[in-house]
């Protein structure tokens, strides 16, 4: 094994989980996130020499993991299909496993460009002109995209029989 490759290995053990969880919040299937993240490892292997010079090596990977998942939402081969049984990681301390159920179930109802800002902004916690430079867009088109994607969010959580806590004050920023 090369450095080179030896390198990735290290890297792709630190980081492959983190980006299987936004993949998944991106995707809604943790199938369909599977495959994001190996396309999105297989797209760093391949410029692995040049990107290791990058300073942000992690916020290059998160931009290729959304840029594909954009990308494949925009082809139309993207099929949503809907597994058995869907697993979750560790519940968010302030609400329960159905209300996450929920809540993941909502945002997969979000149109995509409107996740993307969603997840990137409020699960990754980049700032809004951080999310802009990720996505090649202005800093009124993330702000515009996030309080379209929260209010959808709210719109799709205030007709469940069971609505999640949403917090104005959380997810303001």
């Given at each position: 094994?090369?450095?080179?490759?030896?390198?990735?290995?290290?890297?792709?053990?630190?980081?492959?989980?983190?980006?299987r969880?936004?993949?998944?919040?991106?995707?809604?299937?943790?199938?369909?996130?599977?495959?994001?993240?190996?396309?999105?490892?297989?797209?760093?292997?391949?410029?692995?020499?040049?990107?290791?010079?990058?300073?942000?090596?992690d916020?290059?990977?998160?931009?290729?993991?959304?840029?594909?998942?954009?990308?494949?939402?925009?082809?139309?081969?993207?099929?949503?299909?809907?597994?058995?049984?869907?697993?979750?990681?560790?519940?968010?301390?302030?609400?329960g496993?159905?209300?996450?159920?929920?809540?993941?179930?909502?945002?997969t109802?979000?149109?995509?460009?409107?996740?993307?800002?969603?997840?990137?902004?409020?699960?990754?916690?980049?700032?809004?002109?951080?999310?802009?430079?990720?996505?090649?867009?202005?800093?009124?088109?993330?702000?515009?995209?996030?309080?379209?994607?929260?209010?959808?969010?709210?719109?799709?959580?205030?007709?469940v029989?069971?609505?999640?806590?949403?917090?104005?004050?959380?997810?303001?920023?």
């Amino acid at each position: 094994m090369t450095d080179r490759d030896t390198a990735f290995a290290d890297y792709f053990a630190k980081r492959s989980d983190a980006l299987r969880r936004t993949a998944y919040l991106l995707c809604g299937d943790w199938h369909r996130a599977e495959d994001l993240v190996q396309v999105t490892f297989a797209k760093l292997y391949l410029a692995w020499r040049r990107i290791t010079r990058h300073e942000a090596l992690d916020g290059y990977a998160r931009q290729t993991l959304v840029r594909t998942f954009l990308s494949e939402r925009r082809l139309g081969w993207f099929r949503k299909e809907k597994t058995g049984e869907q697993l979750t990681d560790t519940p968010v301390s302030d609400i329960g496993p159905e209300d996450r159920m929920v809540l993941l179930d909502a945002l997969t109802r979000v149109p995509p460009g409107q996740r993307a800002v969603l997840v990137l902004r409020y699960w990754e916690d980049l700032s809004v002109e951080q999310t802009a430079a990720l996505l090649k867009c202005s800093t009124g088109t993330v702000k515009s995209q996030a309080a379209r994607g929260l209010q959808t969010l709210r719109d799709l959580l205030t007709t469940v029989e069971s609505p999640v806590p949403f917090d104005r004050k959380r997810t303001a920023r």
